[in-house]
């Protein structure tokens, strides 16, 4: 399995604190990317990474931020979650054009 | 919106039989993957065809694609109950990685 974790697993939040999603690769690739998958919607890309310190945002990026100081990590920050927000989070990653590997997710409920 | 969408969003079949699946998309694309989704777990790659690519076998699974149309398709042949997942294909510009919604496939034994 592609080295790549996400933590925490679960988090229980309250409507208007700030959250912060970490996702680790060992990987070294160049890409990184945030979705979110809600019922009936698929997987929608939050924001994504292609280089330390270089990020873009996706298709649904209100209320999020990302960072990435470092090849390995990259966090998604909810800067005041809202119930909106409660959803299942993949990160994953990808080298280059090439098949992209996925994390375990991370269930946010925000109540 | 989303780059891909497939049709059907759910397709139940019996075992055996092969099922499809389609993906339509709306900009160019380097290459387009499909992914499948067991309850609740992560992604997993299936195959990825590039776009100067018409066709693609691995296993039981074959891809087509057509660019003219923006278009893509997945065959699975002599299903088995343990493919019940959800299948996405997913629009590759390098950078940018974009899913569709989804097909439900549930095969019945």
């Known amino acids: 399995d592609a080295g790549i974790t996400q933590s925490p697993r679960h988090k229980v939040t309250e409507t208007g604190t700030p959250v912060t999603l970490r996702c680790h690769q060992t990987e070294n690739h160049r890409y990184m990317y945030w979705y979110r998958q809600d019922p009936g919607h698929g997987l929608r890309l939050i924001h994504y990474s292609y280089g330390v310190k ?3 945002k996706g298709e649904v990026s209100d209320g999020y931020s990302v ?6 990590d990259f966090l998604l920050t909810l800067e005041s979650a809202t119930s909106s927000q409660t959803s299942v989070y993949f990160c994953a990653i990808k080298g280059g054009d090439t098949e992209a590997f996925f994390g375990q997710g991370t269930r946010l409920t925000v109540v | 919106s989303q780059q891909g969408e497939e ?82 294909c997913a629009t590759d510009r390098v950078e940018k990685l974009t899913f569709g919604t989804g097909t439900r496939l549930t095969i019945i034994p």
Request: aromatic residues 6%; contains cysteine; charged residues 25%.
């Open chain 2, 7 to 88: 049709d059907p969003q759910a397709l139940s079949i019996q075992e055996g039989e092969n099922a499809t699946m389609n993906c339509s998309y709306k900009t160019s694309i380097n290459n387009l993957q499909w992914y499948r989704q067991n309850s609740g777990r992560g992604l997993v790659h299936l195959i990825l065809i590039r776009s100067n690519e018409r066709e693609k076998h691995s296993g039981r699974l074959r891809v087509t694609l057509d660019t003219s149309k923006k278009s893509s398709s997945l065959l699975i042949t002599a299903s088995r109950a343990a493919d019940t997942a959800s299948y996405f």
């Open chain 1, 54 to 56: 270089d990020t873009d």
């Open chain 1, 67 to 72: 960072s990435r100081s470092k090849t390995e």
